[in-house]
């Protein structure tokens, strides 16, 4: 509790998902200002239950069904239209940006 109202804070993996949790808070309550405060940061680091994994290498990404690049790009860096960044990291397996597998193991550049 703060200032009488319940706090929440954490970490979210992206910014999508920061905004699913906000979108969820909001369909609680419409005055859930009254009644909830909440610090939701999007994370420094993707979580490996995301399929995201780090290393020094840099990071990977494990395709999972329905996935397309720019899902990926945006998941990844907040822009679905930074997937050919993921493409052009990924040319020794990718031929094609639209055909991704699930299961392949894509090279997320910084």
Known sequence: MQDN???VQGDAPSEDAKNRVWDQIK???PNWQSELTADIRVASQQQAS?????STAGRTYTVKPGDTLSKIAKE???????????FDANRD???????????????IPA
């Open 76 to 86: 990844m860096y907040g822009n679905p239209n930074q997937y050919q960044k993921i």
């Open 5 to 7: 109202k319940l706090f």
């Open 93 to 107: 397996q990718l031929r094609d940006p639209n055909q991704i597998r699930p299961g392949q193991q894509l090279k």
């Open 27 to 29: 369909l609680v309550n």
């Open 50 to 54: 995301n399929g995201v994994r780090s």
